[in-house]
């Protein structure tokens, strides 16, 4: 037995390395052949769990919202529908949507307020001047095209789907605010039990569902209007065709997708 | 056969090699496991995200049913709003969140406000509110007296026209009210069809339109009491109507 090793190990290494190498090539193209099998069949089960009952494909979309200052009367019912639909905590920090009141007095002094959100309306102005104009800024996250916050959440649980709405995965939300202190239009908050972001989804359960966001569908006066960004059909695109457009703090490059009609110089 | 051969590659390798080999084939293995346990299933599938994520966020249960789905089962309500003032104010604004009784109707009755104070969250006077808005104010307005008992919310236009211009015009009312023309109708100044207080926006009060219509008060020559303030209406702001400087309703010149 022990003379007989060498011969064979001489003999292998007189036909070379071929068979070795063969061996090696065989083993990493069973290796490759598996992780693909192993690839593809995750794949498929995705492909299986896509195709839902409603079959809404997010690529066929791109949402956005059109807000009439001119129509705003202050009544706060987005606020309270928000609240309702998306069971938004009912303290004073905690908004997805809320109306701000400006007021312009004569001696060019501008006041906003925004009491409870305006969710039980607003008191009379008060002030020393007198009123120059005044007016209702209805408010929400802007869903940006470009947005700051998805940037800056170290954990990835912030992001933008593909029909342009801007979530948060709450799972993996860990609580850290970056968010709420990159978004420039204040449009986040920190959950007061769950600890976690939360902000407005355009009610993306409802939108999926083929249903207008909480806040559109009760609006009495029309001066919220939804629907897809550059789609002729869409009652967006007509709102944007009879209307002046102007968004919040163009110059931070933030390219919103709430765009506001009438809107004030004074309005930030 | 082959495993003997792979077994003389091997020891064919230098030690060292194969110590290195060993060592990048742990880490390999070791990053790949990591990988396994700390990105989540569903990542990436759609986007840098966690596709399950925006599942859980579609699987949210909705609570405002939609306009649509009320007008399916009470078409003689929808019809009667449909052609009133009320027309664009869906059902769910006052009734409250009502898929439930959209999926139950008989186990989820939905609310209905009949306390005056909620009718005045959209038409309390607010200045705030765009022009034109009707809006009243809840001290003066019929007080005490709910709002239903003169306007059937689904057809909320009055049952008679507002008598006085004051009922829809308070704030004017008020300001003229403790203004030098406090005295002064307002069929003085705005001739005011009949149909105005029925159509308000189809049927304007019209508006002084020159001059010499505030000079016959207040012009240097007009026949009118003594104490009443005269300008030059040749020299006294040339090319302006006067009410585009001074509120009438309030006439201090400021």
């Known amino acids: ?268 | 056969m082959a495993g003997r051969s792979a077994r003389r590659w091997v020891a064919a390798v230098p030690q060292q090699v194969r110590h290195l080999g060993a060592i990048f084939a742990l880490l390999v293995a070791g990053l790949v496991g990591a990988r396994q346990v700390l990105v989540p299933k569903t990542f990436g599938e759609r986007g840098h995200y966690r596709a399950a994520a925006v599942d859980s966020i579609v699987a949210q249960e909705i609570g405002y049913a939609g306009h649509a789905a009320c007008e399916t089962c009470h078409p003689d309500i929808a019809d009667k709003k449909g052609q009133s003032y009320h027309r664009g104010v869906a059902c769910e604004v006052c009734h409250g969140p009502q898929a439930a009784h959209v999926l139950a109707p008989m186990d989820h009755k939905p609310p209905a406000p009949r306390e005056r104070a909620y009718c005045p969250l959209c038409h309390g006077y607010n200045p705030s509110r765009p022009t034109g808005f009707p809006q009243i104010d809840p001290v003066l307005h019929n007080p005490v007296r709910p709002c239903i008992s003169c306007h059937d919310p689904h057809d909320p236009t009055p049952p008679h026209p507002p008598e006085s211009c004051a009922a829809c015009h308070g704030e004017i009312a008020r300001t003229k009210a403790i203004s030098y023309h406090a005295e002064l109708p307002c069929t003085q100044c705005h001739a005011v069809d009949r149909r105005h207080s029925v159509s308000p926006r189809q049927q304007r009060p019209s508006k002084p339109t020159t001059r010499e219509f505030c000079g016959r008060c207040h012009a240097q020559d007009a026949d009118s009491p003594p104490e009443i303030p005269r300008v030059d209406l040749a020299s006294h702001g040339p090319g302006y109507v006067c009410w585009q400087c001074h509120y009438p309703h309030h006439p201090e010149a400021r």
């Open chain 1, 1 to 268: 037995m022990a003379g007989e090793l060498p011969t064979t190990d001489e003999a292998t290494q007189d036909s070379g390395a071929a068979p070795g190498r063969r061996a090696f090539v065989t083993a990493c193209g069973a290796l490759a052949v598996t992780t693909l099998l192993v690839e593809l069949g995750t794949d498929l089960e995705a492909e299986e769990q896509a195709e839902g009952p409603e079959r809404y494909d997010p690529r066929e979309h791109y949402y956005g919202m059109g807000i009439d200052i001119d129509k705003c009367i202050g009544c706060g019912r987005c606020v309270e529908a928000c609240k309702a639909e998306n069971d938004v905590p009912r303290d004073a920090h905690s908004f997805r949507t809320w109306v701000e009141r400006y007021v312009i007095h004569a001696d060019g002094e501008t006041a906003v307020d925004s009491p409870s959100g305006g969710i039980e309306g607003f008191p009379e102005p008060t002030g020393e001047a007198g009123v120059l104009r005044t007016f209702f800024v209805p408010k929400l996250c802007n869903h940006c095209a470009n947005p700051p916050c998805v940037q800056v959440c170290p954990v990835g649980a912030t992001f933008t789907t593909e029909d342009g709405v801007v979530l948060v995965d709450e799972e993996y939300c860990i609580g850290c605010r970056y968010c709420i202190q990159a978004c420039p239009y204040g449009a986040r908050f920190l959950h007061p039990t769950r600890r976690t972001a939360q902000k407005c989804t355009f009610c993306y359960h409802r939108v999926v569902r083929g249903l207008v966001p909480a806040c559109v569908e009760v609006c009495p006066t029309g001066a919220r209007i939804f629907g897809e960004v550059h789609r002729r059909s869409s009652p967006l695109e007509r709102f944007r065709r009879f209307n002046e457009i102007q968004v919040l703090k163009p110059h931070l490059n933030t390219d919103p997708k709430v765009f506001y009609a009438n809107l004030d110089g004074q309005v930030r």
